[in-house]
């Protein structure tokens, strides 16, 4: 695997998105101490489990587009009403928005995964801007929206 290839926006979707993905499942989103005894939930768990999964399943798929569009470009992906560029920056802004809403619908007993999984989402979704910003200028380049 060459990450030669691999374009600074791709660097930052992949990895960012790859750390993600650690922080969704396995780092405490929430920790509850209660003298002796503590428990801890992760982003897929209870309190709005849901936008967590949902959140998991965008960015798995927005790292794996990456690296099949950089890795193997004979793969044929199918065809979108907007090019893949702006649908990976359109995934990672909907993974950032879904984390954001699990953060305002739940604000008791944060723990460090709530935290770090904004930044690292922002920063997928940062990745994910210069390659839409990247996408549009070569449209602007050859004369197609």
Do not use: C
Not at 23 to 38: C, E, K, N, R
Not at 46 to 67: D, K
Not at 85 to 102: E, H, P, Q, Y
Request: no cysteine; hydrophobic share 55%; proline share 3%.
């Amino acid at each position: 695997m060459d990450l030669d290839k691999l374009s600074l926006s791709d660097k930052i979707i992949a990895g960012t998105g790859i750390v993600l993905i650690i922080d969704l499942l396995f780092l405490p989103w929430h920790s509850i101490d209660v003298g002796p005894f503590s428990t801890s939930l992760t982003a897929i768990e209870e309190r709005n489990a849901f936008l967590g999964v949902l959140a998991l399943l965008l960015t798995i798929a927005v790292v794996a587009v990456t690296l099949v569009r950089v890795f193997k470009p004979e793969t044929k992906l199918p065809d979108l009403p907007v090019t893949w560029d702006r649908a990976i920056f359109f995934g990672a802004a909907a993974t950032l928005g879904l984390l954001v809403l699990k953060l305002i619908l739940e604000t008791d007993f944060l723990g460090i995964g709530a935290w770090l999984g904004l930044l690292l989402a922002a920063g997928m979704t940062y990745g994910g801007y210069l390659k839409f910003q990247a996408d549009s200028t070569a449209s602007a380049g050859t004369g197609t929206a």
